[in-house]
Nanobody, 130 residues
Framework: VQLQASGGGLVQPGGSLRLSCTAS????????MGWFRQAPGKVREWVSC????????SYADSVKGRFTISRDNAKNTVYLQMNSLNPEDTAVYYC????????????????????????WGQGTQVTVSS
């Protein structure tokens, strides 16, 4: 199982980036998907997640109203649109997949708990600086 995160880079405060997370060898649409981030010297922090099926979304308070998570099952990809970025958003961003119970092909609710996620991408660096 492989997840490939991309889209990071250097952006000025107030700018935007869109991160992508693509699965290469499993059907991402069945999984609850999450985005996490880790800044230097800090613990990994949950950012957002999206459930399977009804695509219910959830956000950390620090990004609510600025970030949007979405998924395109036809492209086997999850996105994180990040707007109004500030230096505190600087971190390595990771996507993660939480496998549903056997036989549950839809309606698997996502969680902010990192230990629930089974597969992780390699991370993409986001740097917000002027």
């Amino acid at each position: 199982v492989q997840l490939q995160a991309s889209g990071g880079g250097l952006v000025q405060p107030g700018g935007s980036l869109r991160l992508s997370c693509t699965a290469s060898d499993f059907t991402l649409g069945y999984y609850a998907m999450g985005w996490f981030r880790q800044a230097p010297g800090k613990v990994r922090e949950w950012v957002s997640c999206i459930s399977s099926g009804d695509e219910r979304t959830s956000y950390a308070d620090s990004v609510k109203g600025r970030f949007t998570i979405s998924r395109d099952n036809a492209k086997n990809t999850v996105y994180l649109q990040m707007n109004s970025l500030n230096p505190e958003d600087t971190a390595v961003y990771y996507c993660a997949a939480d496998a549903p119970p056997r036989g549950q092909w839809s309606g698997y609710v996502c969680t902010p708990q990192f230990y629930e996620y089974d597969f992780w991408g390699q991370g993409t660096q986001v740097t917000v600086s002027s």
